[in-house]
């Protein structure tokens, strides 16, 4: 026998969906608290709620996609034991996503090219034989993003640096600078407004630093070692620049990504143009161009102490 599934009016639909949203919120303000196991449930049973709603209608099948990407997301958090039934939860939400009428809603575009490239870093964290997988994960986010008409052009241009981020971050075992450069050029507008801007610019001038190093580590050719040494040199003072810029608002979430900065430029300074090391370091210790406690702090002064060494011995070789 067939079991028929009674359609629901205008009224209950608008309350289903009414039920599931609460359900979403909580399960959402559970995770911000860290306390994943406790937000599981609540994804689940908004899913069955938004199951039951009519999915060939855009905004409803986005709904319940949405459903879906908090499930992905929440396993994800929850080790690799869960991460097959986080692909799997992806791959639900991808279903639904991708024969929504993008150019219609801006959030349709937004949510699809976020699906993606999460899934494909969940895959870039599992092992090297699923790396081309991810790679084409984030590629089709990318076409997704530059087809995005109809988002705002500044959201737009963040999203794309940050999954170009991601790319080179799953290649950066690779001498490719291509896509980091275009990270920081995608930022570069928001990066001293939005801080998240800032992080996405931060973290792809970390990774063109790491490619730089090897670079001047193997080549022999004076002018082009000297040309990438002022490329080294210029993502270092850039970077560090900006994160003195947001401790100055009290933002200070970048300490990390600074004293690396810090170290790489130091050394490269260090090494291929000694009588600039002072002001450098002088530069980066200053208070008055950042925030005191900034200048103070554990990561700082460790990357400072560091640096301070290799300024001695530069000294003592004269």
């Keep these: ?184 050029a995608l930022i570069k507008t928001r990066e001293h407004e939005d801080a998240a801007a800032a992080e996405a610019g931060l973290t792809a001038r970390h990774v063109l630093c790491r490619i730089a190093a090897r670079r001047l580590s193997g080549q022999a050719d004076s002018e082009t070692i000297m040309a990438n040494v002022h490329d080294a040199t210029d993502l270092a003072d850039e970077g560090l620049g900006l994160v003195r810029e947001w401790e100055q608002r009290g933002v200070n979430r970048f300490r990390n990504l600074a004293s690396d900065l810090f170290r790489f430029g130091a050394r490269v300074y260090a090494q291929y143009q000694p009588q600039f090391l002072p002001e450098f370091l002088t530069e980066q210790l200053d208070p008055l161009q950042s925030a005191h406690s900034y200048v103070q702090s554990h990561e700082m002064q460790h990357a400072a102490r560091e640096s301070i060494v290799l300024l001695q011995s530069l000294s003592h070789d004269e």
């Design 1 to 184: 026998m067939t079991l028929s599934v009674r359609i629901l009016d205008p009224e209950e639909i608008k309350a289903v969906d009414a039920q599931a949203s609460s359900l979403m919120k909580e399960g959402i303000r559970l995770t911000q608290s860290g306390n994943d196991v406790d937000a599981l449930p609540h994804f689940d049973r908004a899913l069955e709620l938004r199951r039951r709603l009519p999915t060939e209608v855009p905004i409803h099948a986005y709904g319940l996609a949405a459903c879906w990407l908090n499930r992905a997301e929440t396993l994800t958090r929850l080790g690799p034991d869960h991460h097959t039934m986080a692909l799997c939860a992806y791959d639900e939400a991808l279903t639904l996503l991708r024969p929504l009428p993008l150019g219609e809603d801006a959030r349709f575009s937004r949510r699809l090219a976020i699906a993606l490239q999460n899934r494909a870093l969940l895959l870039a964290a599992q092992n090297t034989p699923a790396i081309a997988d991810a790679s084409a994960g984030l590629c089709n986010a990318l076409a997704v993003l530059e087809g995005a008409d109809a988002m705002d052009a500044p959201e737009r241009n963040y999203l794309l640096a940050v999954v170009w981020m991601n790319l080179a971050n799953v290649h950066s075992s690779e001498d490719t600078i291509d896509s980091d450069a275009l990270t920081v």
